[in-house]
Nanobody
């Protein structure tokens, strides 16, 4: 049974930083593609950052240079380090695992990030 548990969200002022964590169980993260998505009120869920099983990393244009995705294989945890936060980064952030070999998607329940101006 795959479980993804996000933590680290909260309220932060614009320009501040937060680090989100996604603790995975039931899968080995470095064998699968992992990602962070976000969904703001009234908007669709969009990818923020992703890291493939092979280690390739991609970011949404809106967060390039500010956010960093990383993984700790020993802890089986994926992180999203967020710097220079903006009010438009306010959203629920979800951890995603796309597991091999069938590309099955699993989601965490999300963690809320609120950036005040």
């Amino acid at each position: 049974q795959v479980q993804l548990v996000e933590s680290g969200g909260g309220l932060v002022q614009a320009g501040g930083s937060l680090t989100l964590s996604c603790a995975a169980s039931g899968i080995i993260i470095d064998y699968n593609d992992m990602g962070w998505y976000r969904q703001a009120p009234g908007k669709l869920r969009d990818v923020v950052a992703s890291i493939t099983a092979g280690g390739s990393i991609n970011y949404a244009d809106s967060v390039k240079g500010r956010f960093t995705i990383s993984r700790d294989n020993a802890r089986n945890t994926v992180y999203l380090h967020m710097n220079s936060l903006k009010p438009e980064d306010t959203a629920v952030y979800y951890c995603n695992a796309r597991t091999k070999p069938w590309d099955m998607d699993y989601w965490g329940k999300g963690t809320l990030v609120t950036v005040s101006s």
